[in-house]
């Protein structure tokens, strides 16, 4: 099992990515959602500069499934927070593979960055999960529907000619509130 402490200035907390149950699956450099948002300066705030900095601040974020908003802290059962309350944790759990389908929308939308992801990086991702996903072959099944609906698009890679086996980039459309018909990823499920 690798470890590595976490990037952030004011961070000394010990990063595991080889354990399945760790809370962190995305921002690998980084302990927890909370640390790689301040440290990048993504939540708009100060960059905390000591531990206590980074206790006492609370970053202002969106529930990705209700569209509420909720504080997200630094203690660690709150680092990693996307959703607001124990409701809309439920909400995502009672659908079929919720939690699975659930990842890889999150997964997408906070690493491709734009570009895309192919299915065999998400199953590289989901791997890390306790969620169990044949291949990059069963990535491309979990998206068909999303692609169907219009919140995802699944394009060639830049430079791949069409005849050649280049794996396709799977990534949110600009405007997939729009096209699919959906406010928030819970509404997608």
């Given at each position: 099992?690798?470890?590595?402490i976490?990037s ?8 595991r ?5 760790c809370r962190n699956?995305?921002h690998?450099d980084?302990c ?28 202002r974020d969106?529930c990705l499934?209700?569209?509420?908003g909720?504080?997200?802290?630094w ?8 959703l607001?309350s124990?409701e809309?944790?439920n ?13 890889a929308?999150?997964?997408l939308?906070e690493v491709?960055?734009g570009?895309g992801l192919?299915?065999q ?6 791997k890390?999960?306790?969620?169990s996903?044949?291949g ?9 529907r999303w692609?169907?609906?219009g ?12 005849t050649?086996k280049a794996?396709p980039l799977?990534r949110?459309?600009?405007n ?9 990823l819970?509404?997608?499920?």
């Amino acid at each position: 099992m690798s470890q590595k402490i976490c990037s952030h200035p004011a961070c000394n907390r010990v990063n595991r990515f080889g354990w399945r149950h760790c809370r962190n699956k995305v921002h690998r450099d980084y302990c927890s959602l909370f640390c790689q948002q301040n440290a990048e300066g993504l939540d708009g705030g100060p960059v905390a500069q000591t531990e206590d900095e980074l206790r006492n601040y609370r970053q202002r974020d969106t529930c990705l499934c209700c569209g509420a908003g909720f504080d997200r802290e630094w203690t660690e059962n709150w680092s990693n927070k996307r959703l607001c309350s124990q409701e809309c944790s439920n909400q995502v759990a009672h659908r079929k593979n919720g939690k699975r389908n659930f990842q890889a929308l999150v997964l997408l939308k906070e690493v491709d960055f734009g570009q895309g992801l192919t299915g065999q990086d998400l199953f590289d991702y989901l791997k890390l999960t306790v969620y169990s996903v044949k291949g990059a072959a069963g990535v491309a099944t979990i998206l068909r529907r999303w692609i169907r609906c219009g919140a995802l698009e699944k394009v060639s890679r830049p430079g791949s000619r069409s005849t050649a086996k280049a794996a396709p980039l799977y990534r949110f459309r600009d405007n997939w509130e729009e096209t699919s018909g959906a406010t928030t990823l819970g509404e997608l499920l």
